[in-house]
């Protein structure tokens, strides 16, 4: 929302001098947040210039320029002035705005003598955009076009108001009353102690009776009709001639509104002044009466986009007797249009439902002023004032005249009286307010305030729609006396609370990825129905997922079940942008859901879902388990003096992988296996508690190309939900040895389709209690082997708790171990 201070100025009383600081801080002490400042940023000299004569140049690019000579001043060296104007809507005797040298426009867009177009241009004759009055940049401002004749010379800065500034703050949805003047002057007002004079009490309400107006909604939401008050007034005969006036146009304009026609830019001026949008129908377009109804299927309006809008059944329509001839509170039809050719008009103020109206802009994609007050809710007492507001600025600047016909259609219902017990502020504040506080506050922001037995009964003003309940109005003393005063304490925290076992887990994983020189990034969970298949599946078979109803992005609309797709375009985002060694991993929920979600059956509004509907949304819900994902492209280690490049692969995948089970506390098998998206031979799967968890392996070059990523990109994905659940609870520390170790090396020969990982459990299996570890140190083949053969050579450590043992113990336990593998695999030991 955008304050021009001078408007402020009407309403309170500001310091002569008053800056955009000091109105922010007045504001963000009630509550608001800071912006931005408009305006203010224009300094002359800018002074009153008349035409004297001018001639014209044609210039070889094809413009043709008017060197021209300007009196800015009535006698002096320098009252005529040389200046070069490329506009051509100007006539000699015509007065003008001249920004002399050492003026700054808006920009900042500093003023000097500078030649151009052989001659030395003395200052500049300015447009309308360009002293910040409006859009116009097609001519020069004439005076005479906003009504005026001044004396040559005048500082046309006071003569235009382009002094004047206007700063922005941050209106929170539930505060709709402050999309105002009139409400920011109330809660400057409330800021600083001075008197607030009500704009809509300055308005002398006439009374208008005969035209017809029906409130019609056979269908309303939530149980609320679609309008509950409509204000109709009747101005004729006005001057198509007339122009918005430079002030209106200058406040318009700080406030972020276009200046469009006289009867637009009073609405929109009211609306900004009350709160309260209106709408001005040219009347002898109108066909009849109007009637406010709910659309009916497959009726269409053309908006005054001259878009051909689809309407709904939940639309509010203002219908004449030819059919809707506006969507309620977000656009006017393009049938009743206000034109040049319009001298009778009919003002509309009405009171709308803010559901059917927010819904309504959304639903179209309108968002406009007007809808976003309707939908925050407008002062249902204000739209008598604001209709007579608009008739007497239609009378006062358009030449109109008042006719008696018109409609006063309101229906107020009373806000509900709210119970405010005697202690309940300083208990819910912590702050000893005095009686006295309390009620100065709940008086001034307009409520009415009644002694009861235990406190007061408080019954809102009707511009307060959000304060329903005696939390809402202890917040109001908080708010209005200070939050200063709400003394600080630190809560203290439970016995006995923490960190649970998953999250202890999850942190803990995140940490020593961190350490080993992974970066963590949080990757959006919305991706293809193609990802989630390729990276969601073994077989890259469609999996079950979950739609976004209003997705940004209709391709990526679905929610993931697999975090890897998202990490890999953030590998691709880094390595278009020169990033080509990267070691990246994140933990976040996927979804996987099983069945049908949602529900069609919950009641419209604030009606409770019933138990059985609660029950069959809480099932619907869909498993959201935790998932870690890593991602490794590039150089491991960067080249530098003495040392190459070394490449991540495979390996720092797997050794992720181990980092990931020792954090958690569970062991992982890791053995060969398969996956869509992962290259074949070059995939391990992951085995937890029985159960396969995840993958990790080199990416597919092919899909690693399609991303624009390198061929060999190492990658993991695993379920850590899963893995977490298959740590045990505590973990009891192995005894510390004293015997020494013995140890040995096996290679065994086997079929190259047998996996390493099988054999190495076959040998751990036979070895029995005396082999300590396990580990394989070598895949062989080529010479002295067969094709179809390959040789593992396995590091074996033995001992013994209670003994030193010897060297045969040693081997008779690892040719245990090759008798099961033999047994199992036909392995026999390479000589």
């Known amino acids: 929302m955008r304050i021009p201070a001078s408007q402020l100025r009407e309403w309170v009383d500001l310091p002569e001098d008053v800056t955009p600081a000091h109105l922010h801080e007045a504001l963000v002490a009630v509550g608001f947040e800071e912006e931005d400042v408009h305006g203010g940023d224009l300094t002359g000299p800018i002074v009153v210039g008349e035409i004297l004569e001018f001639t014209p140049e044609p210039q070889a690019n094809g413009k043709t320029i008017n060197w021209c000579q300007v009196r800015v001043a009535k006698d002096g060296p320098e009252a005529v002035r040389g200046i070069v104007c490329g506009a051509h809507n100007f006539g000699v005797g015509d007065k003008v705005v001249v920004s002399l040298p050492g003026a700054v426009l808006p920009g900042p867009f500093p003023i000097s003598a500078r030649k151009t177009y052989g001659h030395v241009s003395d200052g500049m004759i300015a447009s309308a955009k ?110 198509r001639s007339a122009q918005t006036p430079s002030w209106m146009v200058k406040r318009l304009a700080l406030m972020g509104i276009r200046s469009i026609s006289l009867p637009v830019d009073i609405s929109n001026y009211v609306m900004m002044e009350l709160g309260q949008p209106t709408h001005t129908y040219d009347l002898n377009k109108l066909k009849g009466g109007i009637t406010v109804r709910r659309a009916k299927a497959g009726e269409t309006l053309t908006t005054l986009d001259e878009q051909v809008r689809q309407l709904h059944v939940e639309d509010l329509l203002i219908c004449d007797e030819s059919g809707p001839i506006g969507l309620a509170g977000v656009m006017g039809g393009a049938s009743t249009e206000i034109d040049d050719a319009s001298t009778d008009v009919l003002i509309e103020a009405a009171t709308f439902d803010p559901v059917t109206i927010a819904r309504s802009a959304r639903r179209h994609k309108l968002p406009s002023e007007a809808s976003k007050r309707f939908a925050r809710g407008v002062d249902p007492q204000v739209s008598r004032a604001a209709a007579q507001r608009v008739v007497d600025l239609l009378v006062e600047l358009g030449g109109g005249t008042v006719d008696s016909l018109g409609n006063d259609d309101v229906t107020v219902t009373p806000p509900a009286a709210i119970a405010l017990p005697a202690d309940y502020v300083a208990k819910r504040i912590g702050v000893d307010y005095t009686t006295a506080e309390i009620e100065g506050v709940l008086s001034d922001i307009g409520a009415t305030v009644s002694a009861a037995a235990d406190g007061w009964t408080v019954v809102p003003p009707s511009w307060r729609p959000d304060l329903i309940d005696a939390p809402g109005l202890a917040e109001e003393v908080a708010r209005i006396h200070g939050y200063d005063r709400i003394p600080s304490a630190i809560p203290v925290a439970p016995p006995g609370r923490g960190l649970s076992r998953s999250q202890s887990a999850r942190r803990r994983v995140a940490q020593v990825l961190a350490a080993a020189g992974l970066t963590e990034v949080l990757a959006y969970p919305f991706v293809t129905s193609a990802d989630n298949a390729l990276f969601g599946s073994p077989e890259g078979k469609a999996v079950p997922e979950m739609t976004l109803a209003n997705a940004l992005d209709p391709l990526v609309s679905q929610l993931r079940v697999s975090v890897l797709p998202g990490l890999l375009d953030t590998a691709k985002r880094n390595v278009g942008r020169g990033l080509t060694s990267l070691a990246l991993f994140e933990t976040g929920m996927v979804f996987q859901p099983a069945g049908a979600t949602g529900s069609d059956s919950i009641p419209v509004g604030n009606e409770k879902p019933s138990a059985a509907v609660l029950d069959g949304l809480y099932g619907s819900v869909p498993a959201q388990p935790w998932h870690v994902s890593a991602v490794f492209v590039g150089s491991l280690t960067v080249k530098q003096p003495g040392q190459p490049a070394v490449a ?98 096996l290679s065994l020969v086997v079929d190259r389709s047998v996996a390493a990982a099988d054999v190495l459990a076959a040998v751990v299996e036979g070895a029995g209690e005396l082999l300590e570890s396990a580990t394989i140190v070598d895949d062989y083949r080529g010479t002295g082997l067969a094709d179809n053969e390959k040789s593992l050579t396995f590091a074996l450590r033995f001992r013994a708790p209670d003994r030193t043992l010897t060297a045969n113990e040693a081997s008779e336990s690892k040719l245990a171990g090759v008798a099961v593998a033999q047994q199992k695999f036909n392995a026999t030991i390479r000589e």
Do not use: W
């Open 130 to 239: 360009e002293l910040g009055l409006g859009d116009e940049h097609s001519g020069i401002l004439r005076l005479t076009e906003l009504g005026l004749d001044p004396e040559v010379g005048t500082d046309a800065i006071a003569l235009l108001g382009l002094d004047d500034f206007a700063v922005e703050i941050n209106v929170t949805p539930d505060r709709g009353y402050a999309m105002s003047i009139r409400g920011v002057a109330r809660e400057y007002a409330h800021s600083t102690g001075v008197a607030f004079r009500d704009p809509a009490e300055a308005v002398t309400i006439a009374p208008a009776t005969g035209f017809s107006v029906t409130l019609k909604d056979d269908a309303p939401i939530r149980g609320q009709q679609g309008c509950t008050g409509f204000v109709a007034r009747v101005v004729r005969g006005l001057d």
């Open 648 to 745: 991540s692969g495979l390996a720092d995948a797997l050794d992720a992988v181990r980092a990931i089970a020792t954090a958690v506390g569970a062991p992982i098998e890791i053995r060969q296996g398969s996956h869509g998206a992962f290259h074949p031979g070059r995939t391990a799967e992951l085995v937890a508690g029985g159960n396969v968890i995840g993958y990790a392996g080199e990416i597919l070059p092919s899909v690693a190309q399609a991303r624009d990523l390198p061929r060999v990109v190492a990658a993991l994905e695993l379920d850590l939900s899963a893995l977490i659940a298959t740590a045990p609870d505590h973990v009891e520390a192995d005894a510390v040895q004293v015997f020494p170790a013995a140890t040995q090396d």
